[in-house]
């Protein structure tokens, strides 16, 4: 069993920068690791992930501004969001899932634990 503690979120402007980190403990061999995101009312949606062979994959409305990347361990999981937008405002959910991969991890369905969420606001 994996255990998911994510954190980093904030208000910040926009066009500014913020870094959300994921903490896993218990299991952490997972065979990918993704972020997600809730906005009010809507239903949530993938952001990116990465897998076990640090493959990458990016929601196209954050390519070339946001980042997801792990730190040498592989128990923390990061994502570096820049040139933020007022639409990038959700909760934020890391997610790891401990399946064969056949397909890119971009639906919920996919992952077998959650954290808890950060909240990341955007002003205009």
């Known amino acids: 069993q994996v255990q998911l503690l994510d954190s980093g979120g904030g208000l910040v402007h926009s066009g500014g920068s913020l870094r959300l980190s994921c903490a896993a403990s218990?299991?952490?061999?997972?065979?990918?690791m993704g972020w997600f995101r809730q906005a009010s009312g809507k239903e949530r949606e993938f952001v990116a992930a990465?897998?076990?062979?640090?493959?990458?994959y990016y929601a196209d409305s954050v390519k070339g501004r946001f980042t997801i990347s792990r730190d040498n361990a592989g128990n923390t999981v990061y994502l570096q969001m820049n040139s933020l937008k007022p639409e990038d405002t959700a909760v934020y959910y890391c997610?790891?899932?401990?399946?064969?991969?056949?397909?890119?991890?971009?639906?919920?369905?996919?992952?077998?634990?959650w954290g808890q969420g950060t909240q990341v606001t955007v002003s205009s």
């Open positions: 218990g299991r952490t061999f997972s065979t990918y």
């Open positions: 990465l897998t076990s062979a640090s493959s990458t």
């Open positions: 997610a790891a899932g401990f399946r064969v991969q056949f397909a890119v991890p971009n639906s919920p369905r996919q992952y077998d634990a």
